[in-house]
């Protein structure tokens, strides 16, 4: 089991910035998968971005390609996003998630565990 804890989320004005941080705990965070996704008020749960246990692959959603950076400190069990050139479609709640393995899911259905959300607001 995993627990994770997102922080830093908040109110920004579009063309701000944010990091959001993920801390896990309760197994070995360097053997996970780790992605964001995001939930629009009345939307699905979308995929943000992904990193591999190793750190060395990303992956993003297109609408965020450039603007996002994923990362993770496994010293410190914890991923990051972070978030630049914000607009007002980036509104959202934001989730951690985690997944035993090599494979970066690439959709929230594939990943076994989630915090509890940040909450993401861009004000135009």
């Known amino acids: 089991q995993v627990q994770l804890v997102e922080s830093g989320g908040g109110l920004v004005q579009a063309g701000g910035s944010l990091r959001l941080s993920c801390l896990a705990s309760?197994?070995?965070?360097?053997?996970?998968?780790m992605g964001w996704c995001r939930q629009a008020p009345g939307k699905e749960r979308d995929f943000v971005a992904g990193?591999?246990?190793?750190?060395?692959?990303?992956y993003y959603a297109d609408s965020v390609k450039g603007r996002f950076t994923i990362s993770r400190d496994d010293a410190k069990s914890t991923a990051f996003l972070q978030m630049n050139s914000l607009k007002p479609e980036d509104t959202a709640v934001y989730y951690c998630?985690?997944?035993?393995?090599?494979?970066?899911?690439?959709?929230?259905?594939?990943?076994?565990?989630w915090g509890q959300g940040t909450q993401v607001t861009v004000s135009s």
């Open positions: 309760g197994r070995t965070f360097s053997n996970y998968a």
């Open positions: 990193i591999s246990w190793t750190g060395g692959s990303t």
């Open positions: 998630a985690a997944r035993w393995g090599t494979k970066v899911p690439g959709r929230p259905s594939e990943y076994a565990y």
